[in-house]
């Protein structure tokens, strides 16, 4: 969710509700403080979701692919990453430590790297059920969600991937493809076991309906798993109605966390932005941050200024454009003629991805379906990140504190010092000016990759 992405989707978003489109707003465009977040890897110019997650959840820059970890651990190099020495914690084990109550909230597998970079250390995102060292020497992240700290310590989980979390002879509960677990486990059981031992008021949830019974005052502990893979598009949700919107699942989980006095931490992300892109489908894309920015919305309703942090930001963005020069109410969707030349081109394009063998030759709406693609200069089978920085939107308990131009690694700092937990808890603390935040929610647009 980069600037290209977010000044579409407001012109998206504006043009659905009968608007030329660039007067409308985003919910969170209207947050007083605003600073960029520069996100390259220590390895590569451009990032991939896990070295990403890491600077801003961790505060350590990472190797391209890593979860988790810091520089000494090169991807899928298992023997680099064993030594405990080279794992750093995240916001989330901070917020742990101090009493606080913890959950996250994607539209993703669970499993996948926005996530996996609050609880797991890993030396590749992709050992997501397995992993070629074991679960002595590499365990994979499902299994550290489940069975190590802090995952198993998490109590809100909410987003797909259920193929994660079953043996490989056991058939998903919908989709009826087995799960992807070599190791004979089954997780959702085990997770069961370990928090039915905790506390009495547990539930595991795979559907909209078992969702919607579950109520935030009878819920310690939630765990929900709505698809076998990455939840819906939301084109394609609203007409199944068979799992719950990204604005439901924030609803309840700050329902759930809120009940801690101490304070939470959530994290929310709008995950397949980032997948609409990469399959050169910018309607999909804006169609997410549109209901992504619903979720904020719903957030802002939900939280008080005076004692709750909200960040909207993204772990990188794409190489999706808006072209010149259409006319003030262009649909941003469709083409423009230019005046001498007398091309017709598309106002969404692509440095790269499928898009390049789509037809440059337009039929009347024909840029406008669910799926089209748009047109890209080189042809990749996915398409690319891309590698400017990215903004960060902040409004509420000492927000004042993004501002300028500072690299990822900064944001959980700083998120830290207001909530006064991990490393700079004590200066915090020693602060006449700022006290401890009571409760705290981090929206990553991917986050997205990072409400």
Known sequence: MGMSTITAARIYKGQKAGL?????????????????????????????????????????????????????????DCDSSKDNS???????????????????????????????GLYAHSASRDWEAES???DEKCPDIALQLVKQNPGKNIQVILGGGRQSFFPNNEPDVESKEMGKRKDGKNLVNEWLDHKNNI????????????????????????????????????????????????????????????????GYFLLVEGGRIDHGHHDGMAKRALEEVVSFDKAIKLALEMTNREDTLLLVTADHSHTMT????????????????????????????????????????????????????QPATFYL???????????????????????GVH?????????????????????????????PIPSFLVP????????
Request: charged share 20%.
């Open 322 to 373: 808006i072209s010149g020069y259409p006319l003030r109410g262009n649909n941003i969707l469709g083409t423009y003629v230019s005046r001498d030349e007398k091309v017709e081109y598309t106002v969404l394009g692509y440095a790269n991805g499928p898009g390049y063998n789509t037809s440059r030759t337009f039929k009347k709406n024909s840029t406008l379906g669910n799926d089209y693609k």
């Open 86 to 116: 080279t794992h750093v914690s995240s916001i989330l084990q901070w917020a742990q430590e101090e009493g606080k109550s913890t959950g996250f909230v994607t539209t993703t597998r669970v499993t996948h790297a926005t996530p996996a």
């Open 407 to 435: 690299d990822q690694t900064y944001i959980p700092h700083a998120i830290g010092y207001a909530a006064c937990i991990g490393p700079n808890k004590d200066y915090c603390k020693g602060a006449a000016s700022i006290s």
């Open 132 to 134: 070629p060292g074991g």
């Open 444 to 451: 990553f647009v991917v986050l997205a990759h990072i409400f």
């Open 199 to 262: 506390s009495s008021k547990v539930n595991y949830v795979h559907n909209l309906e078992g969702f919607e019974n579950v109520t935030a005052d009878e819920t310690d502990y939630l765990l929900g798993l709505f698809e076998y893979s990455h939840m819906q598009y939301e084109f394609e949700r609203v007409t199944s109605n068979s799992e719950p919107s990204i604005t439901d699942m924030t609803k309840k989980a700050i329902q759930i966390l809120s009940k801690n006095s101490k």
């Open 20 to 76: 030329k489109g660039a007067e409308a707003e985003l919910t969170f465009e209207d947050f007083p403080h605003v600073s960029l977040s520069k996100t390259y890897a220590i390895d590569r110019q451009t990032s991939d979701s896990a070295n990403t997650a890491t600077a801003y959840l961790c505060g350590v820059k990472a190797n391209y692919g890593t979860l988790g970890v810091n520089g000494k651990v090169k991807n899928e």
């Open 381 to 403: 089978e996915s398409e690319t990140h891309g590698g400017e920085d990215v903004p960060v939107f902040a409004i509420g308990a000492v927000a004042h504190l993004f501002h």
